[in-house]
């Protein structure tokens, strides 16, 4: 009997929340479908292609026609004449395949391929659309009507997906430790602060550095803030400014900032609390929930994804997006309450178990992709039957 042939299209090449589901969801596909033919697309050798390798059967490399903000200007003038080539390659790899998992929505080549195979193909969302290009994409999403994996509720519905087109809300999934040890805060010492991912605007770094500064120089006495991530293309401008921001604050050396890491452990089991200030709504905050798996409960903006994730006042604390003044707040009644940070993190652990352990999220996964395997393969032996009569 022939293998049946999974290709897996991702368009980015780190290891940030959507770049690591990746690799989760891959494991998952191979576990649940052993005998299959897995092949991974990817535009560049890379740390996430090493990662995969254990579980597919091949790695390919080729360009990939990918839609990104800060080259808007570029792709749609310079690169648009590279848009016929990669349409025709994705045809071609779609054609060879029986079924296209595409991981986020910025593979514009496979995205619009994906309208003239709509029985073999797949899409995981990851982004809540924002400005003109989250506009764009939100009506690429809606267009190709494909079966659609969304990574929070917040995110399906502000994609409005017609009734029609199957969808389905998985949260990402963690494998966490086994074992946790709960924050050890007790008012004594400084408060540890950690703030992880990607350093961009949308991230909210520079909303953390303004409430600190807002807070009285007794309270700074008692923190200490990690910042931890890399610029995009090493864009050092902004880099740079949220360092001059932090030497304002009147403790600079409350702030430290460090490099990305793949694997941020050590920074979740030094912390007491996660932050996530996103100044745009996250399609699903993954940092909280790896917050949760080690027992540490978070501070987070009350818009997206984050407010399924951290339950406000059991978990952790939500504030008003955008609002430094109002993360100031939160801030101060974590340091005036270490009881209340064990016991949200304890708690944080408990909702993690429940809801986002690697193993929950990985049955549901098998069940949506085994489903949509089984009605392509039922449509193929329909063809068949057809070319015959």
């Known amino acids: 009997m022939r293998r049946f042939?999974?290709?897996?299209?991702?368009?980015?090449?780190?290891?940030?929340?959507?770049?690591?589901?990746?690799?989760?969801?891959?494991?998952?596909?191979?576990?649940?479908?052993?005998?299959?033919?897995?092949r991974v697309l990817v535009p560049k050798h890379c740390k996430l292609s090493i990662l995969v390798k254990p579980f597919v059967d091949e790695v390919s490399v080729a360009p990939l026609w990918v839609i990104r903000k800060?080259?808007?200007?570029?792709?749609?003038?310079?690169?648009?004449?590279r848009l016929p080539h990669a349409l025709s390659r994705a045809y071609a790899r779609f054609r060879a395949s029986d079924l296209v998992y595409?991981?986020?929505?910025?593979?514009?080549?496979?995205?619009?391929?994906?309208?003239?195979f709509r029985r073999k193909a797949i899409l995981h969302v990851h982004e809540a659309p924002t400005g003109i290009v989250g506009w764009a994409l939100r009506l690429l999403v809606r267009a190709i009507r494909v079966p659609t994996i969304f990574n929070s509720t917040?995110?399906?519905?502000?994609?409005?997906?017609?009734?029609?087109?199957?969808s389905y809300v998985l949260y990402n999934g963690f494998r966490g430790p086994d074992a946790v040890e709960l924050s050890t805060y007790d008012g004594l010492r400084p408060l540890r602060l950690l703030m992880l991912g990607r350093i961009n605007r949308g991230k909210g770094q520079d909303l953390l550095i303004e409430a600190c500064s807002r807070l009285p120089r007794s309270l700074l006495d008692c923190l200490e803030v990690r910042i931890v991530g890399s610029t995009f293309d090493a864009q050092l401008k902004l880099e740079e400014d949220l360092h001059h921001r932090a030497k304002a604050v009147p403790r600079s050396?409350?702030?430290?900032?460090?490099?990305?890491?793949?694997?941020p452990s050590a920074h979740f089991q030094w912390c007491d609390l996660a932050v996530v200030p996103s100044r745009v709504p996250e399609g699903f905050g993954r940092v909280a929930v790896e917050a949760m798996a080690f027992g540490r409960a978070s501070i987070v903006a009350a818009h997206g994804g984050l407010t399924e994730i951290v339950v406000d006042q059991e978990t952790g604390w939500h504030f008003a997006p955008n609002d430094p003044q109002a993360l100031a707040d939160c801030i101060c009644r974590?340091?005036?309450?270490?009881?209340?940070?064990?016991?949200?993190?304890?708690?944080?652990?408990?909702?993690?178990?429940?809801?986002?352990?690697?193993?929950?999220v990985d049955q549901q996964f098998k069940r949506i992709v085994g489903s949509l395997l089984q009605q392509a393969q039922e449509a193929q032996c329909r063809s068949r039957r057809g070319r015959r009569s």
């Open 334 to 360: 974590a340091l005036n309450s270490p009881e209340t940070v064990t016991a949200f993190g304890q708690a944080g652990r408990l909702r993690f178990e429940t809801l986002f352990a690697a193993h929950l």
């Open 5 to 38: 042939d999974i290709l897996c299209v991702h368009p980015h090449y780190d290891l940030y929340g959507s770049d690591r589901c990746f690799i989760e969801s891959i494991a998952s596909l191979r576990a649940a479908f052993p005998d299959a033919r897995i």
């Open 253 to 263: 050396d409350v702030i430290r900032f460090e490099p990305f890491v793949a694997d």
């Open 102 to 116: 595409i991981n986020t929505v910025t593979a514009i080549d496979y995205m619009v391929v994906a309208c003239l």
């Open 154 to 166: 917040a995110t399906r519905e502000s994609y409005s997906l017609p009734a029609a087109v199957p």
């Open 70 to 81: 800060r080259y808007l200007r570029r792709l749609i003038t310079r690169d648009l004449f």
